[in-house]
């Protein structure tokens, strides 16, 4: 069981990157898929969800219409597209993974992946 993000690194202020995240060892597409940051001495912070039945998302104001959040069941692949980054979108990204159906589940209810670095700097 696994989420493997990829896609940071540094990009100047105004530029886009897109993150990607493989999950393995469970069943993706019943999971509700979200990216969290967290910024040297700062809390850990929700930026977007999406959900495992009807695709629904949300978005953190502090990134919303710049930041756009998807999946692909079918490749067990999660996405977070950014644009317009901004030097305070520094962070360690991580993808999370949780299930929340209330039938009964073997499998892990909650995963976390390593992390990958963005860093908005000029």
Avoid at 43 to 49: G, H, I, K, P, Y
Avoid at 77 to 90: A, F, H, K, V, W
Avoid at 105 to 110: E, G, L, V, Y
């Amino acid at each position: 069981v696994q989420l493997v993000e990829s896609g940071g690194g540094l990009v100047q202020p105004g530029g886009s990157l897109k993150l990607s995240c493989a999950a393995s060892g469970f069943t993706f597409s019943l999971y509700d898929m979200s990216w969290y940051r967290q910024a040297p001495g700062n809390e850990r912070e929700l930026v977007a969800s999406i959900s495992s039945g009807d695709d629904s998302r949300n978005i953190a104001d502090s990134v919303k219409g710049r930041f756009t959040i998807s999946r692909d069941n079918a490749n067990h692949m999660l996405y977070l597209q950014m644009n317009s980054l901004r030097p305070e979108d520094t962070a360690v990204y991580f993808c999370v993974a949780d299930f929340q159906l209330p039938i009964p589940w073997t499998q892990p209810k909650r995963v976390w992946g390593q992390g990958t670095q963005v860093t908005v700097s000029s």
